[in-house]
């Protein structure tokens, strides 16, 4: 066996979880391709505390989820709600479903940081292609744009097909290091 077959053999699958419609078919997707490689599933969701006008360092915090510019907010209670935001999403696309094994993830930091930071070379990412960012025109949302560029690991961008009659969701595979997978 290679060695590029050993990791995608022993990887787990990585997605972003931010309470997005687009989210919630990455996740989706990801589920059923941990089920098919027969490897954990690891939940990710990133939120990060930031004072208005204030940019964080690192990827940025433009159109990021769970960044909040409210100087009175909590951090336990901001942790709380991305806890809960995770449950909410794995609730609804996993039920009862116990043939994955899935690990659960809400660190602070932004969003791309984050998701590249917990999938190692030999994982698969999976993000949707835009979340709750304010640039509804925009094929690739922030957060994806910067995973695919900067990701060790090949990352799949999950949209969905609003042309589509059959409303499949269609995905792009890229490869880490942004070389293109065959």
């Known amino acids: 066996m290679s060695e590029k077959e050993d990791a995608t053999k022993d990887g787990a699958v990585v997605v972003g979880i931010d309470g997005s419609p687009g989210a919630g078919e990455a996740l ?3 589920l059923a391709e941990a089920r098919l490689r027969k490897v954990p599933l690891r939940a990710v ?4 505390y930031s004072y208005a006008g204030v940019m964080p360092a690192g990827y940025g915090n433009i159109g990021s989820v769970g960044a909040f510019d409210a100087p009175d907010a909590d951090a336990g209670d901001l942790a709380r ?3 809960e935001t995770l449950e909410t ?3 609804d696309a996993v039920g009862e479903a116990t043939d994955v094994e899935i690990e659960r993830q809400v660190v602070e930091g932004q969003a791309a940081a984050v998701l590249i930071g917990a999938a190692a070379r030999g994982d698969l990412l999976v993000v949707g292609s835009r979340g709750h960012g304010g640039f509804a025109g925009l094929l690739l949302g ?3 744009q910067q995973c695919v560029h900067h990701a060790q690991c090949p990352v799949v961008v999950v949209r969905s097909s609003k042309g589509d009659a059959a409303g499949h969701e269609s995905a792009h595979i890229v490869g880490g290091d942004s070389q293109p997978v065959a």
């Not at 969701?45 to 990060?48: I, N, P, Q």
């Open 89 to 91: 999403a794995l609730g």
């Open 28 to 30: 989706r997707w990801a």
């Open 142 to 144: 922030s957060v994806s």
């Open 81 to 83: 709600a991305g806890r």
């Open 45 to 48: 969701h990133a939120w990060a």
